[in-house]
């Protein structure tokens, strides 16, 4: 089968087209027939942190293996599978891995996927398991709920555009934090408000909030502290290792990160979303699979409006139970 590997050594690496040997499902897992997959920020970072590793100490290929959201069809099923057959129509994440979704097949545990939801292509739910998984998450550590006044630092990327619309769909009063380009966007997606943080401080006359939720990573509880009630939630995305060092260090239960796991019934909760139209994939830009290197420096660039989509099989049939 076809799936994305490295070529080149080091920072010189570069991700193309290449054969592998297709993997083969385990007892709990079904093989998917990749038909689309999406791009995370921790992708690039990884690869970076390897490549950089890789260059003094080992000058040897990176592992050829990448991507953790998928959309697809099941092709086969494990032994102990009960909830999926083979042709359902799937969607679901998992970080490990033997789960390398750039390609035209992979493996993945039942318990990491659930089935797409009602009216959306394989492009659009493949956009959604890591970022939306997040946003959802960490808005339950913030303690999200009805009424909260809610700030969202990075509202208009990836996390930031589903963190919005989840926000909102759990009753929250949304103030998104992104540039001017992208202030009718977020404003576009439900938030109450938007405040354009090249203008100034976004901190300057905002808050108090019930939560702030930093999907940037480039906030701390201490540079949020001023706009926090005092029993306010902080919490991070821990994108880079400032960030993750504030959350590690801090003896407050209420400064927190949040790690993405991969669940079933949360990507039944955003299913329930999705079909009552609470919640609707944003997608910056679709790019076909020998192009997932220029996929990944879109989001290396830091601009990404939304997810970026990269097209592994054949989606000329759709995939959208419509
Ligand atoms: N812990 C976890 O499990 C987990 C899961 C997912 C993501 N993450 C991390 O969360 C971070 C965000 O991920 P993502 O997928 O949302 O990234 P992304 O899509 O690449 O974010 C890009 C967006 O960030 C905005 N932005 C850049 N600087 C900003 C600033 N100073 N203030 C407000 N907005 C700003 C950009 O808007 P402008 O162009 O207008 O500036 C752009 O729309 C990454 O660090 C990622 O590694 C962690």
Not at 263 to 271: F, G, I, K, P, Y
Request: contains cysteine.
């Amino acid at each position: 089968m076809k799936a994305i590997k490295t070529a080149g050594l080091g920072l010189g690496t570069r991700l193309v087209v290449g054969e592998s040997a297709p993997p083969k499902p385990g007892p709990n897992d079904v093989l998917v027939d990749v038909k689309a997959a999406s791009v995370n920020p921790k992708d690039w970072k990884l690869n970076r942190t390897a490549a950089i590793l890789a260059t003094p100490i080992l000058t040897k290929r990176l592992p050829p293996l990448f991507g953790d959201d998928l959309a697809g069809e099941v092709r086969a099923t494990g032994a102990n599978v009960t909830d999926f057959k083979v042709g359902d129509k799937v969607y679901g994440m998992d970080m490990r891995p033997r789960t390398a979704s750039l390609a035209e097949q992979a493996v993945i545990d039942e318990g990491c996927i659930a089935h797409m939801p009602k009216g959306l292509d394989f492009a659009e739910a493949a956009s959604l398991p890591l970022a939306a998984l997040t946003a959802l998450q960490g808005l339950r550590i913030g303690q999200a709920m009805p009424g909260s006044e809610v700030l969202i630092i990075g509202a208009s990327g990836g996390v930031g555009t589903l963190a919005v619309q989840i926000a909102k769909a759990l009753g929250c009063h949304v103030t998104g934090v992104c540039s001017g380009r992208n202030r009718s966007r977020v404003t576009d997606l439900g938030a109450d408000a938007v405040i354009d943080y090249t203008a100034g401080d976004f901190r300057r006359d905002s808050g108090p909030f019930d939560l702030v939720f930093d999907v940037t990573s480039y906030e701390t509880p201490k540079s949020c502290a001023a706009i926090l009630k005092p029993k306010g939630y902080f919490v991070s995305t821990g994108g880079n290792v400032r960030s993750v060092i504030a959350i590690r260090t801090s003896l407050s239960p209420r400064e927190r990160g949040v790690i993405v796991r991969p669940l079933r019934r949360d990507l039944e909760t955003l299913n329930e979303m999705i079909e009552s139209g609470e919640l609707k994939p944003i997608i910056d830009s679709r790019f076909p699979f020998a192009e997932t290197q220029e996929a990944y420096n879109r989001s290396r660039s830091g601009r990404a409006q939304g997810k970026i989509v990269i097209m592994v099989g054949d989606v000329s049939g759709d995939g959208g139970e419509r």
